[in-house]
């Protein structure tokens, strides 16, 4: 699979499906009476995703993965920063309504995100409908069949309503919707954190087998460090609002070299006791700073061992550490 | 006589759509110290188990038969009185959403010193002391200014030791922690377990660990049994378990779980979906989504068989075996 790093982004319109250069998104929070404060939930993030690849994106929660995934597809606007999609600049009305006719997004919780009063075909071809694809109602049933086929689900479910499902099924519903405009990129956000061990396996299988049935293009947001390893090509981990470190899956768990990659793959318990007894566990100091009060400089600094003064100072940028390998810390170099 | 000693345990809910058995005859005992892990899915009857020890199971659920044992002293069908010594005493839980457990108006000191002056003869003036020191034990820092503050001005994290606090505060035997790491990021999930294991040890305490996550159990128990459908199906040492799981669900299991250490290869998953517990098979629960079933799988249920030491699973497939190689 192809790795390619930062510089080679910048060559043009060349190669990637997906381009994003200095990505920003800033929410503004109230603090009281005519005061807001501001919220970085995305501070400068740069990538690239090529076709038919998947793209981990790991962090904790508040790291601003979901943000990405969110603001990729201009469901936030972003507050700064390029999106290139397909080779077009993605900010007018009509760059991001034909946008989302080849993107779409499959979200975390299968039950908040599919409407209780709609029927599982109407829920499924309703990206059908904004975008006039439907065509005729034997044509938009015909339609919602073969996407049910693609998530194994048997037809008689198109006329039921999401309460009669259970977590798994209704994850194969989301799925099938966001696969109905025939998309070529698919946000998946945390799509399996909330389902039972034993449905995982069956849905990561099931994204693996659409990416190579269909040629799908994933970013894959999750905080299960063993799942992105399992599906993804290369990843990206974040630690507020920035990209501290991108690899591939291999290299990255071999070969960890950002601090908090290290920290983080060392905190995931290994399903092997004799394994999970020997090692050591690196296990942080303290908590997330929150994202309104960001620490400046390096903001893992306040639980980095490392940390030096150049490390309060200035903000550590992604630099090259190995073959399509880059992390983003001053003691590296 | 073992510190905690459960048997034939039975819990049900009485729903107006039929009466779902939650837990059916769970057997285990803990002793002073150790470490036990109760593995399974939603819906698999741990959380169950625990609030039927503890007996704080809400309508409609009634334990409906078994046998709970405390040093030897029947929790089950006793007063109120005898269950309330013992509750939050000798017997703590902590829960896994420490923000709904916490209550949002009252400080954490408040929180901690009801704790200790319910369960505990300490003077008020007393209580304010040992709570900060509750505080310090768990590793808050700034214990002074922490106990001054409400639950939602500390992290996950940080809650989640105010729990442990509080739930050791009066010096309990047994701590039965119910996904106590589920709603926290890895980092955070490293040092919570990292400090039970030390407390554990500092204390003398027994710990019943509930979780869905194997590698937690994987690092943390001596003992783990795995439910299913409201039954113990497998219980052994980790290595029993992780190494030698004698039961398809158990198999299945470590099979469908993605790891860091392997290398890539497709995931077997299990098939189906988790068992609705108001249609109850009537043979194995777990037979309609085991690809090994047999026809007595599906007609009658396993009883647990020893497979070796202190190592039992519930599986027909093992018998099987057996016979077959009695016949040769």
């Given at each position: 699979?192809?790795?390619?790093?930062?510089?080679?982004?910048?060559?043009?319109?060349?190669?990637?499906?997906?381009?994003?250069?200095?990505?920003?998104?800033?929410?503004?929070?109230?603090?009281?009476?005519?005061?807001?404060?501001?919220?970085?939930?995305?501070?400068?993030?740069?990538?690239?995703?090529?076709?038919?690849?998947?793209?981990?994106?790991?962090?904790?929660?508040?790291?601003?993965?979901?943000?990405?995934?969110?603001?990729?597809?201009?469901?936030?606007?972003?507050?700064?920063?390029?999106?290139?999609?397909?080779?077009?600049?993605?900010?007018?009305?009509?760059?991001?309504?034909?946008?989302?006719?080849?993107?779409?997004?499959?979200?975390?919780?299968?039950?908040?995100?599919?409407?209780?009063?709609?029927?599982?075909?109407?829920?499924?071809?309703?990206?059908?409908?904004?975008?006039?694809?439907?065509?005729?109602?034997?044509?938009?049933?015909?339609?919602?069949?073969?996407?049910?086929?693609?998530?194994?689900?048997?037809?008689?479910?198109?006329?039921?309503?999401?309460?009669?499902?259970?977590?798994?099924?209704?994850?194969?519903?989301?799925?099938?919707?966001?696969?109905?405009?025939?998309?070529?990129?698919?946000?998946?956000?945390?799509?399996?954190?909330?389902?039972?061990?034993?449905?995982?396996?069956?849905?990561?299988?099931?994204?693996?087998?659409?990416?190579?049935?269909?040629?799908?293009?994933?970013?894959?947001?999750?905080?299960?460090?063993?799942?992105?390893?399992?599906?993804?090509?290369?990843?990206?981990?974040?630690?507020?609002?920035?990209?501290?470190?991108?690899?591939?899956?291999?290299?990255?768990?071999?070969?960890?070299?950002?601090?908090?990659?290290?920290?983080?793959?060392?905190?995931?318990?290994?399903v092997d006791p004799r394994l999970e007894r020997?090692?050591?566990?690196?296990?942080?100091?303290?908590?997330?700073?929150?994202?309104?009060?960001?620490?400046?400089?390096?903001?893992?600094?306040?639980?980095?061992?490392?940390?030096?003064?150049?490390?309060?100072?200035?903000?550590?940028?992604?630099?090259?550490?190995?073959?399509?390998?880059?992390?983003?810390?001053?003691?590296?170099? | 006589m073992s510190l905690l000693e459960v048997r034939g345990l039975?819990?049900?809910?009485?729903?107006?759509?039929?009466?779902?058995?939650?837990v059916s005859g769970v057997s285990f005992s803990l002793e002073e110290g150790e470490t036990i892990g109760v593995v399974g899915?939603?819906?698999s009857g741990k959380?169950?188990t625990a609030?039927?020890i503890?007996?704080?199971?809400?309508?409609?659920?009634?334990?409906?038969?078994g046998s709970v044992k405390y040093r030897g002293?029947?929790?089950?069908?006793?007063?109120?009185?005898?269950?309330?010594?013992?509750?939050?005493?000798?017997?703590?839980?902590?829960?896994?959403?420490?923000?709904?457990?916490?209550?949002?108006?009252?400080?954490?000191?408040?929180?901690?010193?009801?704790?200790?002056?319910?369960?505990?003869?300490?003077?008020?003036?007393?209580?304010?002391?040992?709570?900060?020191?509750?505080?310090?034990?768990?590793?808050?820092?700034?214990?002074?200014?922490?106990?001054?503050?409400?639950?939602?001005?500390?992290?996950?994290?940080?809650?989640?030791?105010?729990?442990?606090?509080?739930?050791?505060?009066?010096?309990?035997d047994i701590?039965i922690a119910?996904?106590?790491?589920?709603?926290?990021?890895?980092?955070?999930?490293?040092?919570?377990?990292?400090?039970?294991k030390?407390?554990q040890?500092?204390?003398g305490l027994a710990i019943i660990l509930i979780t869905?996550?194997l590698?937690v159990v994987a690092g943390m128990c001596d003992k783990i049994v795995v439910m299913y459908?409201g039954r113990i199906i497998e219980r052994g040492s980790a290595e029993d378990i992780f190494y030698e799981p004698r039961h398809e669900y158990t198999k299945?299991l470590l099979?469908?779980?993605?790891?860091?250490?392997?290398?890539?290869?497709?995931?077997?998953?299990?098939?189906?979906?988790?068992?609705?517990?108001?249609?109850?098979?009537?043979?194995c629960?777990f037979?309609?989504?085991?690809?090994?079933?047999?026809?007595?799988?599906?007609?009658?249920l396993p009883e647990e068989m020893s497979m070796g030491d202190n190592h039992n699973a519930a599986c027909w497939l093992n018998v099987?075996d057996m016979?077959?190689k009695?016949?040769?």
């Open positions: 699979m192809a790795e390619r790093s930062i510089e080679s982004m910048a060559e043009g319109a060349g190669g990637g499906l997906l381009r994003v250069e200095e990505l920003k998104k800033e929410f503004h929070i109230s603090a009281g009476f005519l005061k807001s404060r501001v919220l970085r939930a995305v501070d400068g993030v740069s990538f690239r995703i090529d076709a038919g690849e998947t793209v981990g994106l790991v962090g904790e929660s508040g790291c601003g993965k979901t943000t990405v995934g969110r603001v990729l597809l201009h469901l936030y606007p972003p507050t700064g920063g390029r999106i290139v999609f397909d080779g077009k600049e993605i900010g007018t009305k009509d760059s991001i309504r034909d946008m989302r006719r080849k993107a779409s997004i499959v979200f975390q919780d299968p039950y908040s995100s599919l409407n209780p009063r709609m029927t599982v075909e109407d829920i499924i071809a309703e990206p059908l409908d904004v975008f006039g694809l439907a065509g005729t109602k034997q044509g938009r049933a015909a339609r919602v069949r073969e996407l049910l086929d693609a998530v194994e689900l048997p037809h008689e479910h198109a006329g039921r309503y999401i309460h009669e499902f259970s977590g798994g099924q209704r994850q194969r519903i989301g799925i099938a919707r966001a696969l109905a405009v025939n998309p070529r990129f698919i946000v998946c956000d945390e799509p399996v954190s909330a389902l039972d061990v034993s449905i995982q396996a069956q849905i990561i299988n099931m994204f693996e087998d659409l990416q190579a049935e269909f040629g799908l293009t994933y970013l894959f947001i999750a905080h299960d460090l063993s799942v992105v390893k399992h599906i993804s090509n290369r990843i990206m981990v974040m630690y507020l609002g920035k990209v501290v470190e991108t690899a591939s899956a291999g290299e990255l768990y071999s070969s960890p070299a950002h601090p908090y990659t290290k920290s983080l793959l060392s905190a995931v318990p290994i020997a090692r050591t566990r690196i296990v942080l100091e303290g908590d997330v700073p929150s994202p309104i009060d960001l620490p400046g400089g390096c903001n893992f600094r306040t639980r980095c061992r490392y940390a030096t003064q150049r490390c309060g100072e200035e903000s550590p940028a992604l630099v090259p550490v190995g073959e399509g390998h880059e992390a983003a810390c001053w003691n590296i170099s | 039975s819990t049900s809910f009485f729903t107006p759509a039929g009466e779902i058995r939650a899915e939603s819906g959380s169950v609030y039927s503890m007996q704080i199971l809400t309508h409609p659920g009634r334990i409906t038969g002293e029947e929790l089950v069908g006793c007063p109120e009185k005898t269950i309330a010594s013992i509750r939050g005493n000798k017997i703590s839980m902590i829960f896994q959403d420490s923000m709904t457990s916490l209550n949002p108006v009252y400080t954490v000191g408040n929180q901690l010193e009801e704790a200790i002056l319910l369960h505990t003869d300490r003077e008020k003036s007393q209580a304010r002391a040992r709570a900060v020191e509750m505080l310090r034990l768990v590793g808050i820092n700034e214990p002074d200014k922490r106990v001054r503050q409400y639950p939602h001005e500390l992290s996950g994290g940080m809650r989640q030791r105010v729990m442990i606090a509080m739930a050791l505060a009066c010096e309990p701590l119910d996904e106590p790491t589920t709603a926290l990021d890895v980092t955070i999930q490293a040092q919570i377990l990292e400090l039970m030390e407390l040890q500092r204390l869905h996550d590698g459908a299945g099979r469908s779980i993605p790891s860091i250490e392997n290398e890539k290869e497709r995931l077997i998953p299990i098939t189906g979906a988790p068992v609705d517990m108001l249609m109850l098979p009537s043979g629960a037979s309609p989504r085991c690809d090994q079933a047999m026809k007595i799988c599906l007609s009658e099987r016979a077959g009695a016949a040769v």
